[in-house]
């Protein structure tokens, strides 16, 4: 048995239930996993209120770190006894052991630690991504960054100082600016405070940026049009404020010719090689020190529903994780 959170009905943080489930046998192409850490991300306050649907009830979480079990036939990168960590679906993470798909589970290096490792498999992965599989960055580019003191912000921040990126974040309070900007942001503005288009504007001799990477959706989405210069890329992955509202093509047309994209990072983990690729450059970041966790709060995993209160009221900074 193990310690399990699940949602009968999609709801607010109350909705989310600790119960005692079984574990079971891993099958073809699973694994057994015992987590030592889990991390809690956006994504599962979109689960959990329905914004993205799941079969009820549902376990929710969407990585962890641990220890491998058992493996199941046909599984050849994984053996029992190994340490792991994961961003994969189904959702099922929060959990104190549970049997999944072993294809998006990742062998972890020993200088990464179990509570590391959860804080960021999803949200470094992400930034994986963002940098270096959408759109060819070249050192020198400008990137405004929204919310770059949240868990993929910060990490976000680091990775472009590394890369030689300069990033413009954007941040919620004076505090969040101060954090991103020790992370490696070159700016970051109070957009709380200040319209961030004359912002960009003015930090980037009226041309505006070569990329935004959006995580905030509805409230920002408009706006980061205006920021990009001619032929600039917009990165679409977020709803933190709400789904951004259908756009008209013609209107990309008209601000610069510009290009749109909305990812999700399941979308590149799918292919099993590519996961193990990603998850191998994020260790070799880390491990380096050009990158490190940043983990701004630590929840019990039976005190979930305060943990996702305050993600949802943008209390948090960087990573959060449950501990078990
Ligand atoms: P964060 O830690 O960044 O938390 C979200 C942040 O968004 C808040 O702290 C807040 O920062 C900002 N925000 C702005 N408006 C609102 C609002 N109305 N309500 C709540 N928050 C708001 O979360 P994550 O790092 O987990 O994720 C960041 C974004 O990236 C999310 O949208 C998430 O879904 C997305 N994501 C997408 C992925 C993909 O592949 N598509 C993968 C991973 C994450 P502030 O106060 O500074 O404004």
């Not at 574990?23 to 914004?51: S, W």
């Not at 300069?166 to 319209?195: S, V």
């Not at 049009?225 to 890329?233: I, T």
Request: glycine residues 10%; negative net charge; charged residues 25%.
């Amino acid at each position: 048995m193990a310690k399990t959170v699940i949602i009968e009905e999609t709801g607010g943080p109350e909705a989310l239930k600790l119960v005692d489930r079984e574990v079971g046998e891993p099958g073809p192409g699973e694994i057994r996993i015992r987590h030592k850490a889990c991390g809690l991300n956006f994504i599962d306050v979109y689960q959990r209120t329905g914004l993205y649907p799941l079969e009820l009830p549902h376990a929710l979480g969407m990585e962890a770190a641990g220890i491998v079990e058992a493996v199941g036939e046909g599984v050849s990168h994984l053996k029992e006894g190994d340490r792991a960590a994961y961003a994969a679906v189904p959702p099922g993470a929060y959990c104190e052991a549970r049997v999944m798909p072993a294809a998006q589970v990742c062998p972890l290096p020993d200088g990464v630690s179990f509570e590391d490792a959860a804080s960021i498999m999803l949200q470094g992965l992400t930034v994986e991504y963002l940098f270096h599989r959408v759109w060819p960055l070249e050192k020198g580019a400008e990137v405004l960054f929204h919310a770059a003191a949240g868990g993929v912000g910060l990490i976000a921040c680091q990775w472009a100082k590394s890369e030689g990126i300069r990033l413009i974040g954007t941040a919620g309070t004076d505090e969040k600016c101060k954090l991103a900007l020790e992370k490696g942001a070159a700016e970051c503005i109070n957009y709380r405070e200040k319209d961030f288009v004359p912002e960009v504007k003015a930090l980037t001799g009226d041309k505006g940026v070569d990329v935004v990477m959006d995580g905030v959706g509805k409230d920002t989405f408009d706006k980061s049009l205006d920021c990009l210069k001619p032929l600039g890329m917009m990165m679409s992955f977020g709803n933190a404020s709400g789904p951004v509202e259908p756009v008209s093509l013609l209107t990309l047309a008209q601000k610069g010719s510009l290009k749109l994209t909305r990812t999700t990072l399941f979308t590149f983990l799918a292919d099993h090689d590519r996961c193990q690729e990603m998850a191998k450059h994020l260790f070799e970041k880390l491990e380096s020190g050009a990158v490190t966790a940043n983990i701004g709060q630590r929840f019990p995993l039976e005190e979930i529903t305060e943990a996702h209160r305050q993600l949802e009221a943008r209390k948090t900074t960087g990573s959060t994780i449950l501990t078990l």
